[in-house]
């Protein structure tokens, strides 16, 4: 069944495209059919299709997105010899240089694109590679639309991972990472993930930007009735949050069942909207707050290392990977410090405004030092923050 549920502005400045992922899927993994409101499962990002992912390839080497405005470099390629490898990639500083050098397609205003610019390219009908063993990367899919971009894996030849596809953005952690290390969020296509990652010693991917210099700027207004509305985006936003933890069904009930403001058609975020109110002006560590507008409450929790802190929030879409159980984790955004075991202690491994995932359910306790290569922190009972409005249809029963 599919049915409009509202229509949003065409004048708006931030227009989120969808995350295209279109398959549902349970807390234990398995693919199912998406269900209807009176089903389990029921209000994850599948139920509910935004403005479909459109571009244009303009015949010279770039693509526009209609949705955003936002034209774009659509390949990483940048030694002329059509392979996509390690030898293509730049640091931060390379990077911001060689964008405001670039006269690509005949333009001189690019850019390095802010983390939500290129994570507005993000695709999650992707699968995480992490797990992936093999050598061939013909059949993987990354989190980008191959049809108008260009994509390469980590280059194994030069000693890299296969999953080493981080993507450079202009923006800046203004804490650190790793104990004092200066860090920039990047997006990660071959692993669909925003982390921080060091400014220095190390190589990024790179896609130059133009065009809609006000796509991440959230223009809020407080309604006065427990909501937050965001004209940019065309979002209402519950301006609580849920004051506890819950594992990722029950997220989606909790969003589901909300009533406040005079509106009972809530719904969790997909990880493009909930990303799109992250503050990347604000930390823990350099405000004493969330990574979100003062306007929005955020609770304050205590954190592996024992520091005030604030909490992750669960959206609802599902973070797939390449195993049996496709679908068992989701997407989370974190608020506050993106934690991880490190070296025997638990630091700020990402940054606040990272995108990781979670089990959908499970117990904490048996992740005692985190998961992956930084130790990520699995806390799986995220905390939530419902929104509704938006350019949204229902599909439901397929």
């Not at 495209?17 to 398959?23: K, V």
């Not at 010899?81 to 990639?89: G, L, M, P, R």
Request: charged share 15%; with cysteine; aromatic share 10%.
């Amino acid at each position: 069944m599919t049915t409009n549920s509202s229509t949003g502005s065409t004048s708006l400045t931030s227009p989120i495209p969808d995350t295209g992922q279109t398959s549902c899927y349970n807390e234990n993994g398995r693919e199912i059919s998406c269900p209807t409101s009176t089903e389990s499962y029921y209000g994850q990002d599948a139920n509910y299709e935004s403005r479909t992912p459109s571009f244009q390839n303009n015949g010279d080497g770039t693509a526009t997105d209609l949705n955003t405005g936002l034209m774009w470099q659509q390949s990483p390629e940048r030694d002329g010899n059509s392979t996509i490898n390690a030898s293509d990639k730049l640091t931060y500083n390379e990077a911001v240089a060689a964008a405001s050098s670039s006269t690509l397609a005949g333009y001189s205003d690019w850019r390095l694109p802010t983390i939500s610019e290129l994570y507005s390219l993000i695709d999650f009908s992707g699968e995480d590679v992490s797990g992936y063993n093999g050598t061939d990367t013909s059949g993987l899919n990354p989190f980008i639309d191959t049809d108008y971009f260009e994509f390469g894996y980590g280059d194994t030849g030069a000693g890299e991972r296969i999953i080493d596809a981080q993507f450079a953005s202009s923006t800046i952690y203004v804490s650190t990472t790793m104990n004092g290390s200066e860090t920039m969020f990047g997006v990660n296509l071959a692993d669909g993930r925003i982390k921080g990652y060091p400014t220095n010693n190390k190589e990024y991917y790179v896609l130059f930007v133009r065009g809609n210099e006000d796509y991440d700027t959230n223009t809020l207004t407080d309604n006065g009735n427990g909501t937050i509305s965001d004209s940019a985006t065309g979002l209402m936003w519950q301006q609580n949050d849920s004051g506890s933890g819950k594992i990722w069904s029950d997220a989606l009930t909790y969003c589901e069942t909300l009533s406040i403001g005079g509106h009972d058609d809530w719904r969790l975020p997909n990880a493009k909207a909930l990303q799109s109110i992250v503050d990347y002006g604000r930390s823990p560590n350099t405000t004493n707050s969330a990574a979100i507008d003062p306007l929005f409450n955020a609770t304050q929790i205590t954190n592996e290392a024992g520091q005030a802190d604030y909490a992750a929030y669960w959206t609802s879409t599902t973070h797939a990977n390449m195993s049996q159980v496709p679908g068992a984790n989701a997407a989370y955004i974190t608020f506050g410090r993106a934690m991880g075991y490190m070296n025997g202690s638990w630091i700020d491994v990402h940054g606040a405004g990272a995108q990781r995932s979670d089990p959908k359910t499970g117990d904490p306790d048996d992740y005692p030092t985190g998961h992956g290569p930084q130790g990520d922190a699995i806390r799986i009972y995220n905390y939530v923050r419902c929104v509704r409005d938006g350019d949204v249809t229902v599909n439901s029963g397929s």
